[in-house]
């Protein structure tokens, strides 16, 4: 069976060298750490109006549920790429322990930050500054959760 002339051709034709990779970058030793994801705990005091807030007042999705005796303990929420599971106090360290001191998480979305801001606070967050423009380049939201746990909100400017 006689071959057509492309098929010849492309048979016969010299692959174009493959261009070098590039060197990989010399690592510190001890190797530095790298991530390819962070995710969050944080314990609650009141895990339902919690749930209820991330999920109908942010918009985060339930990926999973923790129950202990028919009881709901925990929850593992999503969204996007990012987790965050809130976890039932027990109260073994007491009723009174203050929860959010000294920790901030920082989300970043491309959403609108005045509607997050008002569906959020239709759910129990205290907006502590409002969307507005800042001088490092982004747009950004700060409010505090029903548990008093900080969150910025941000989208970057660029």
Known sequence: MARTTSA?????????PRAAKPERPVRARPETLRLRSLSAGLTVGDLERALRFYTK????????RFEEEG????????AG?????LMQDDWAKGRERSKGEGIR????????LDEIAERAEGY???ITEWPADRSWGARSLA?????GFHLTFYRRLD
Request: proline content about 2%.
């Open 8 to 16: 010849v051709q492309s048979s016969t034709r010299r692959r174009a």
């Open 57 to 64: 007042g942010l918009g985060f999705i339930v990926e999973k």
């Open 71 to 78: 009881r709901l303990t925990g929850v593992m929420l999503r």
């Open 81 to 85: 790429t990012c987790e965050l599971a």
């Open 105 to 112: 998480l920082w989300l970043e979305t491309v959403q609108d």
């Open 124 to 126: 129990g967050a205290r």
């Open 143 to 147: 409010l505090d959760d029903p548990d």
